[in-house]
């Protein structure tokens, strides 16, 4: 069964931070590669984290030194999280989780090499 749950966007003002979980089923877990990605109004989808399953991360220029992602060690949780600290007001976005990814798992990956998608959460940072 595959399945990818998002939990804890909101609102916040620059500067704050936020945690992003993603609860993912055993299948979804044991892929090679996930991750988050982010598409604002009007703007495409693009990649913001990733991690393969050796905890290995890999970030874009604008999460580098901000964001955070990490995975479970173990199988019971089977959670991937986001954390966002510093937040820009152009980090508001839909924030989506993603699993199913390539070997090769970074934010070079597009959004068409991940198998599975989360419904997606809400990020908004006012100035």
């Known amino acids: 069964q595959v399945q990818l749950v998002e939990s804890g966007g909101g609102s916040v003002q620059a500067g704050g931070s936020l945690r992003l979980s993603c609860a993912a089923s055993?299948?979804?877990?044991?892929?090679?590669?996930m991750g988050w990605y982010r598409q604002a109004p009007g703007k495409e989808r693009e990649a913001v984290a990733v991690i393969n399953s050796g905890g290995i991360p890999s970030y874009s220029d604008s999460a580098k030194g901000r964001f955070t992602i990490s995975k479970d060690n173990d199988n019971v949780k089977r959670t991937v999280y986001l954390e966002m600290n510093m937040l820009k007001p152009e980090d508001t976005a839909i924030y989506y989780c993603a699993a199913g990814g390539p070997r090769k798992c970074t934010v070079r990956a597009g959004q068409g090499d991940f198998a599975y998608w989360g419904q997606g959460t809400q990020v908004s940072v006012s100035s």
């Open positions: 055993p299948y979804t877990y044991k892929t090679k590669c």
